[in-house]
């Protein structure tokens, strides 16, 4: 490779710290980082790029497009998160670098937008609505999801992480639930779906000029409450064979129909009883340790894989389509009541009880944080990774160990100003 390679990540986000241990320990290019100057693994990257705690997308386009420009051989730039997703399209764009097309990868943080797409491709999906989140009149909102059956799930068009996403049992609930998503929308635009019942599934894949192969199918345990928080994945999905091959079909036809020809995805779907339907199509390597499970469960490591894709460099397909699964691997996350945390119980019992090369215990709070109800992913406080000899003893596993950590909590004492809970980020070693 060209001497001087670099590869930038435009912020590393929650529960994807595994993807700087994968690239530093490779000699045919430099990482370079933008993340809050606070972050605890901005040390790990051979180029830092500190930025201001909010982060604000001029101060980091402007901070990225630098380090790109300093780069005198092959680079790339890759991002984690959907907030991030048009920066990078932006920087691909204008230093002409690989990967998907840059207005796909635009297009594909607007909710909307891609759900139109599945729609008119007939990949297999709910009924839904695109919706103004500056009407005020009840009775033009209830007007407006008129022909849609209830419950309806509300969401931003341009969030991630479950925020904003809610559910309105019945149209007495629209308002308040219509006023809730509304709050995580900068583009001033909603979306209504009805609801699909079933087991939450994703699909994790690989796509190089627009053949795609399945890495893996990730089974899910979500909240299934007002609002949707995904409490633990586990790979590889308990799926029958022909339901199994469904889904893949399912995900394919779903990256071809919004144009994703180049790079990894996690598509999420609903297993209804009238067959699985999609969720979205998220255009960038899941989170939730889900890469980590693949590489526990079949020894690829997604993150090498999307490094090579970012910086133009051959993958190769074929070999991918060969190794088995050799066991199960599970995460389970933490939770805990609103409320101070005062201590956190069982880590030491439960520390014990896990294999330290394959197995962890995560810790994303501490005594003094404030603990919110958990309405989205960022409210969980930890997590448990596991394996197993296949998916079911992972799961009992992970379930098991992470019930032997209470995060113990009580209301604020009189005058006490507990502190507010760090970011990941932050809390990370």
Same mark, same amino acid.
């Given at each position: 490779m060209d001497a001087g390679a670099l590869l930038l990540l435009a912020r590393v986000g929650c529960l994807r710290e595994q993807a700087l241990n994968s690239w530093i320990s490779r000699t045919d290019f430099d990482v370079a980082v933008a993340e809050s100057a606070t972050a605890a693994y901005l040390r790990l990257a051979d180029q830092q790029i500190p930025l201001s705690p909010h982060r604000p997308v001029d101060e980091m386009y402007e901070a990225c497009r630098a380090a790109l420009a300093a780069a005198p051989g092959r680079k790339g730039v890759i991002g984690f998160l959907d907030s991030t997703l048009p920066l990078v399209a932006k920087l691909a764009e204008e230093f002409g670098l690989p990967g998907c097309s840059p207005a796909t990868l635009r297009a594909l943080t607007n909710k909307s937008w891609a759900r139109g797409r599945l729609a008119e491709c007939d990949v297999p999906g709910p009924r839904f609505r695109h919706l103004d989140s500056a009407v005020r009149s009840p009775a033009e909102r209830r007007a407006a999801v008129e022909g849609l059956g209830y419950p309806l799930i509300l969401k931003p068009d341009d969030s991630s992480a479950g #925020? $904003?996403?809610? #559910? @309105?049992?019945? &149209? #007495? *609930? =629209?308002?308040?639930a219509w006023e809730h998503a509304e709050r995580f929308t900068k583009t001033g635009h909603l979306l209504a779906e009805e609801e699909m019942i079933g087991d939450e599934i994703s699909v994790e894949t690989v796509t190089v000029g627009g053949r795609t192969v399945v890495l893996a199918c990730t089974e899910k345990l979500t909240t299934r409450g007002t609002s949707f928080v995904e409490l633990g994945q586990a790979v590889p999905a308990r799926l029958e064979d022909d339901l199994q091959a469904q889904v893949r079909d399912i995900a394919a036809a779903a990256l071809k129909a919004v144009g994703y020809d180049q790079g990894i995805a996690h598509t999420e779907m609903i297993l209804t009883a009238n067959g699985p339907q999609i969720v979205e199509v998220n255009p960038r390597p899941a989170g939730d340790c889900i890469m980590d499970l693949i590489r526990l469960t079949r020894g690829i490591d997604v993150y090498d894989l999307a490094a090579d894709l970012a910086l133009g460099l051959d993958v190769d397909l074929d @070999? =991918? *389509?060969? &190794? &088995?699964?050799? $066991? $199960?691997a599970a995460i389970r996350f933490l939770t805990g009541a609103p409320g101070v945390v005062r201590r956190i119980d069982g880590v030491a019992e439960a520390s014990r009880l896990l294999a330290p090369a394959r197995e962890r215990l995560v810790l994303l709070t501490r005594p003094g944080d404030v603990v919110e109800p958990v309405t989205t992913n960022l409210h969980r406080l930890g997590y448990v990774v596991t394996v197993g000899k296949d998916t079911e003893e992972a799961v009992e596993r992970a379930d098991r160990i992470a019930a032997m950590v209470g995060v113990v909590t009580s209301p604020p004492t009189p005058g006490e100003e507990p502190a507010p809970r760090l970011p990941s980020a932050e809390c990370w070693t």
């Open positions: #925020r $904003g996403v809610i #559910r @309105a049992g019945s &149209p #007495r *609930e =629209l308002d308040c @070999a =991918l *389509e060969v &190794p &088995p699964f050799t $066991g $199960g």
